[in-house]
């Protein structure tokens, strides 16, 4: 019966967990409208106002597990975690607290699982090898899981930007400034690479100098196709050259190098099917042919 409990209690977080991340963005919309709201009024307090319970017991929850988890991990802090997300396009969904109390949960969880295994085997040794090790498999999968999601992303840039520069590169040479040719790139394309393209456009369009969100563009996305085109893009505007011609050239680069990409993985293909092959094919056609 114990044991049931502790697994009903883990399933209970668990859940509690998925739902926060994945009503994130809806409650923060609906805070937002409820801020835009109630701008300017003066609420006059008549009495004692309680406090929701999420801001009385969830919220500090959060940021203890928060602060035990940068503790596990002094290497890591709040700003690289932030890139991270951002990175994986995550930022929007989860933010850095949440994210590290979502780790320090998976983690407290897997201390539990280890136990419960431990315990259903009755050795109290066993318990106490797999408690360490699916607790540092809880701790460790998010980290695991963003950067697979992050390598999607950017791979997936890397696909889009060839296009996407062509795009750039017509609106130019047709009369568009820079800003209105990303402009138009959200307009007719979507994606990850269409989201930080608005996102650098939105930074130019709240003051900030062209260069530096150019480069915090690449900071974001790890690519060198998107590192080079920013590069390009930030000495044409020091130098005063012409962005046409510069986009033509940075867009028949990024296709040359994702030709060359696309051929390396079609090289590498047959010795990764290798292995498989040796050791699930081979057996069986030997079974199969020298068997009877």
């Not at 997300?85 to 949440?98: D, Q, V, Y």
């Not at 400034?177 to 690479?193: Q, R, S, T, V, W």
């Not at 047959?270 to 042919?289: G, S």
Request: proline share 5%; glycine share 8%; with cysteine.
């Amino acid at each position: 019966m114990l044991i049931l409990l502790i697994a009903i209690a883990c399933l209970g977080a668990a859940a509690f967990f998925v739902a926060e991340v994945v009503t994130f963005p809806a409650r923060q919309r609906e805070t937002s409208v409820r801020r835009a709201a109630t701008y300017g009024r003066v609420r006059v307090r008549t009495g004692p106002e309680r406090r929701p319970f999420r801001e009385r017991a969830l919220t500090p929850l959060k940021d203890n597990l928060a602060a035990w988890a940068l503790r596990l991990n002094p290497r890591s802090s709040r700003e690289a975690i932030a890139l991270k997300l951002l990175g994986a396009g995550l930022n929007r969904r989860l933010s850095p607290s949440g994210y590290l109390a979502l780790k320090a949960g998976f983690g407290i969880g897997g201390v539990l699982l280890g136990v419960l295994v431990g315990a259903s085997t009755g050795r109290a040794g066993l318990a106490l090898l797999l408690a360490p090790l699916f607790a540092f498999v809880g701790f460790r999968g998010p980290d695991y899981v963003v950067s697979m999601i992050a390598r999607r992303r950017r791979e997936a840039i890397r696909a889009e930007l060839p296009d996407a520069l062509d795009l750039l590169a017509v609106s130019v040479e047709a009369g568009l400034g820079f800003d209105a040719a990303i402009a138009k790139l959200n307009e007719h394309m979507d994606g990850p690479l269409s989201e930080e393209f608005g996102l650098t456009l939105n930074e130019m369009r709240i003051g900030e100098g062209r260069s530096d969100a150019l480069k915090r563009l690449s900071e974001r996305v790890d690519a060198p196709e998107l590192s080079s085109f920013t590069r390009a893009i930030v000495q044409a505007d020091q130098l005063g050259t012409s962005l046409g011609r510069i986009l033509r050239v940075q867009a028949a680069d990024t296709r040359l190098r994702r030709q060359a990409a696309a051929e390396e993985k079609a090289m590498k293909a047959p010795i990764k099917m290798l292995f498989p092959t040796v050791l699930f094919i081979f057996p069986a056609m030997f079974l199969v042919i020298l068997g009877p």
